[in-house]
């Protein structure tokens, strides 16, 4: 273990220098494995709330009423903890409402009734539905209930949920029914340092996706079966005696405090007709680049069986099956089924050119193995290839070479590494881990491993990447326009391309930056601290909502989102809303479709708003450690802006455009106090929840209307209500100067 860990803090050196992906794949012209084709970290990001499940919620207080009614809605779009819910009765879309999991307090279905509270729908329930009572109890006996476990606020995915010192059962590497408890030190985005629990100071830590299928709940052998014990691993019960682990097995705690839904990811597997002796090819477990002969040497039943690497003095001059059995450890023998990914018929390699590596003590009359002359001389049969399973094509799947992806060093697990694919074979990737020199070789990964991640994981997961050996030279011969020139062609790739991903990152809003002239700093302190991860369409929707949602006139923000044009490639128009009294207006806006372009669309909306970059986006912002550092810099610096030859606006701090006064200089000597209010609103707006004024102009400017050939913008909806409020609001102040 100890070299292992020194190349883990060499790793964390490594990563001090700043490794940027995006960079990397744009000096490398290469792309990277979409995150859809990891569907185990896509697993851990699901949040297990489904549109039509259904919750109890509270509803609004009536006058003088003391206790809190509930009533049933169901889910029509859920958002991380963010739940669009309409209320059972109220079939009218306009009765939909957002409901916040952590800041409010809803439940499963029947705790009501459990706990003595009222069933009454709101009013408006009954009014368009005067039967809703009677009808909710045939509803029920057909919905489905979020689990209680996702309304606890310890988190909606499974990787939330999973805690540090919890308890588990791990299968042992050699015995499919034999487990033993482990505790989790450590949990990566759902993956999971475990340490075996021992009778003493010796420990065995080793690390396990939470999706593996040798991952069970604690406590899962003594509500099972009898097919399943408890007993010391393979790999450490040499290391004390019988009654040591025996004492430490009765000691063991009884409850079970895991939550119940976690770590039963049992796989029905297909059932196979492998005989003991049988010969085969199959994977290395020691060096993952080598295809070896093989045999089968235990079979446990119609799903299990041991296939273990030849070694031929073993299986020659009378050595028999149970030798081997004495001789298997994790490093020399695979637990199987039919469709286990490393092990194959005889002739699979030779049909792919790959060469087989004899076994050791076991030399070939010619060059190359001959599996007619090694079966004759090892007397044994090979097992026929319709024994085996299909296997998936990773080329069919959309793997290709030279993709990029994140993997875990095979001689040291505690190491991730940013790598590539060198070559594709059925199902099985080779994979080159990029900072190491060429000698190293390659390795082979089944193409649902789970020791292989997307790009950008370890960086979404806070673990540090060991980055290329090359990347500072490589990044560097990258010039910058033509690095400007790439990102701008990013936009054209279409969303089937390799390059899109479908899923966005956590989206968090750092409330505490800049929040410039349109945005309430209060209002927005009361949203989710983060939103996703997510599809992105659905997640840059709820976040632009939210963002039109707290401005002191969401009106405005929509107008300055508003697209007029057909969306560039990359983009899509969604339908946003805003409310004003008893008024809805909308705007058509543009939203990214892709992952790998988010970042770059959170800034450019920050832009148009006028406040800080860092806003919201994929990048969390600790109080004052904005990387733009808005809470020292000038607040022109965001809220002016440049204008080209033409008018058109141009960047942060071009140019500067002043913003025009709201009623002019003539009744600036009859204002008085008023006039000492108005500049300590425009001196530190973002400290105060009203609106400070901005002009038609600006705001023209900063969504980048093109005017008309008479020199005036085309009013729209959203145009003409601005304008009214303004001048309402000209007219009341007027009349109070006047008083």
């Keep these: 273990m100890e070299p292992c860990e020194n190349r883990s803090q060499e790793k964390v050196q490594e990563g001090e220098y700043g490794f940027f992906w995006q960079d990397y794949l744009d000096a490398t012209n290469s792309v990277e494995v979409p995150q859809i084709m990891f569907p185990h970290v896509e697993l851990t990001l699901q949040s297990g709330i489904e549109i039509g499940m259904s919750l109890e919620v509270p509803i609004p207080k009536k006058e003088n009423e003391e206790n809190i009614n509930y009533w049933v809605a169901s889910i029509v779009m859920a958002c991380g903890p963010l739940l669009r819910l309409r209320y059972f009765g109220g079939d009218d879309r306009s009765l939909e409402f957002w409901f916040n999991l ?55 995915s499974i990787t939330e949920r999973i805690k540090q010192g919890m308890k588990v ?34 420990r065995k830590d080793f690390w396990m996706f939470c999706t593996s299928e040798h991952l069970h709940p604690y406590g899962f052998t003594s509500k099972s079966d009898s097919n399943w014990f408890l007993e010391p691993p393979s790999s450490i019960v040499e290391t004390h005696t019988y009654e040591e682990w025996k004492d430490l097995l009765e000691s063991t705690p009884k409850n079970y405090d895991l939550p119940e839904e976690l770590f039963h990811n ?18 290395s477990p020691t060096d993952q680049i080598k295809i070896c002969p093989a045999t089968v040497i235990k079979v446990f039943d119609d799903i299990y069986f041991l296939v273990h690497i030849d070694t031929y003095d073993e299986l020659s001059k009378g050595m028999d099956i149970e030798a081997c059995m004495y001789n298997s450890t994790e490093k020399n023998t695979w637990l199987c089924t ?15 050119n790959i060469k087989i590596v004899h076994p050791n003590g076991w030399t070939p009359k010619e060059d190359e193995f001959d599996w007619d002359e090694y079966l004759k001389d090892t007397q044994a049969i090979a097992a026929e290839e319709k024994l085996f399973s299909e296997r998936q094509s990773a080329i069919d799947v959309g793997f290709e070479c030279g993709m990029r992806l994140e993997a875990v060093d095979p001689e040291c697990e505690n ?47 806070h673990y540090p990447l060991k980055p290329p050996k090359d990347y500072m030279e490589i990044c560097k011969q990258l010039q910058m326009p033509l690095k400007e020139e790439k990102k701008t062609n990013v936009l ?128 969390y912002v600790p109080e004052n450690e904005c990387p733009d550092k808005c809470h020292k810099t000038s607040k022109a610096k965001f809220t002016s802006v440049g204008t080209g030859r033409r008018g058109k606006p141009k960047g942060y701090t071009s140019i500067m455009v002043q913003k025009p006064k709201p009623w002019g200089g003539r009744r600036k000597r009859r204002r008085g106090r008023w006039a000492n209010r108005e500049k300590e609103t425009h001196e530190d707006f973002e400290q105060e929840d009203e609106m400070p004024f901005m002009s038609l102009d600006l705001a023209k400017h900063v969504s980048g209307i093109e005017e008309t050939l008479d020199g005036r913008p085309p009013l729209s909806e959203i145009d003409i209500m601005i304008q009214k409020g303004l001048e309402k609001g000209k007219q009341k102040m007027e009349e109070v100067l006047i008083v």
């Design 266 to 283: 049992i796989i029905n597997h297909s059932k196979h007709e492998f005989k003991i002796g049988m010969k085969l090819e199959a994977l």
């Design 415 to 461: 190491v991730i590494c940013a790598a590539h694919i060198t070559k594709i074979v059925d199902n099985l990737l080779w994979l080159k881990l990029d900072n190491y020199e060429n000698t190293r070789p390659e390795h082979i990964v089944d193409i649902y491993s789970l020791q292989i991640f997307p790009v950008g994981w370890c960086e979404s997961n």
């Design 102 to 156: 952590t800041k409010e307090a809803a439940h499963e279905l029947g705790w009501c009734i459990k706990n003595n509270k009222k069933l009454e729908p709101p009013d408006i329930i009954r009014q368009r539905s005067s039967d809703c009572i009677e009808k909710l109890s045939e509803f029920l006996k057909t919905a489905r209930s979020i689990p209680s476990e996702m309304l606890s606020g310890d988190g909606l």
């Design 492 to 619: 054209d790739i279409p969303i089937s391309e390799p390059r899109s991903s479908l899923w966005c990152p956590k989206i968090y809003f750092n409330y505490r930056c800049f929040t410039g002239p349109m945005i309430s700093k209060g209002k927005l302190a009361t949203l989710p601290k983060a939103v996703g991860p997510g599809p992105v369409i659905l997640v840059m929707r709820e976040v632009l909502s939210m963002i039109v949602s707290v401005g002191y006139r969401s009106a405005r923000i929509l107008k300055v989102l508003q697209c007029d044009s057909k969306p560039d490639p990359g983009y899509h128009l969604e339908v946003l809303k805003a409310k004003h009294k008893n008024n809805t207006y909308r705007a058509s806006v543009a939203v990214v479709t892709s992952g790998d372009m988010v970042a770059d669309f959170c800034r450019n909306i920050c832009k148009k708003l006028m406040v800080c970059p860092n806003l919201f986006g994929p990048l």
């Design 338 to 352: 039919a469709g286990h990914p490393y092990i194959f018929p005889i002739g699979w390699a030779k049909k792919h």
């Design 169 to 202: 059962e791990v299968s042992d590497i050699l015995h499919p029914y034999k487990l033993w408890v482990a505790t989790i030190i450590e949990n990566v985005g759902g993956r999971l340092l475990l340490r075996y629990d021992t009778p003493g100071s010796s």
